[in-house]
């Protein structure tokens, strides 16, 4: 079972990356906007990312 803290450490990112790309796609006609659909694709994509070599070096 997952412990809480590797849960938190997971979702925190996801949910921040998510709040991102939804601002950004508000604001997608600004710089502004532009900029957070990127980062928050790269908060998820590395989460996700992270958690992949994570599992692979165990």
């Known amino acids: 079972?997952?412990?809480p803290?590797?849960?938190h450490t997971m979702l925190i990112?996801?949910?921040g990356g998510m709040l991102?790309?939804?601002v950004g796609f508000n604001f997608r006609e600004r710089?502004?906007?532009v900029l957070l659909l990127w980062?928050?694709?790269l908060f998820i994509l590395g989460?996700?990312?992270y958690k992949i070599l994570?599992?692979?070096s165990d």
Do not use: K, Y
Request: cysteine-free; charged content about 0%; hydrophobic content about 70%.
């Open 54 to 56: 994570a599992q692979l």
């Open 13 to 15: 990112p996801i949910l």
């Open 47 to 49: 989460t996700v990312v």
């Open 39 to 41: 980062v928050g694709m």
């Open 5 to 7: 803290f590797a849960f």
């Open 20 to 22: 991102m790309l939804a």
């Open 1 to 3: 079972m997952i412990s």
């Open 31 to 33: 710089n502004a906007g």
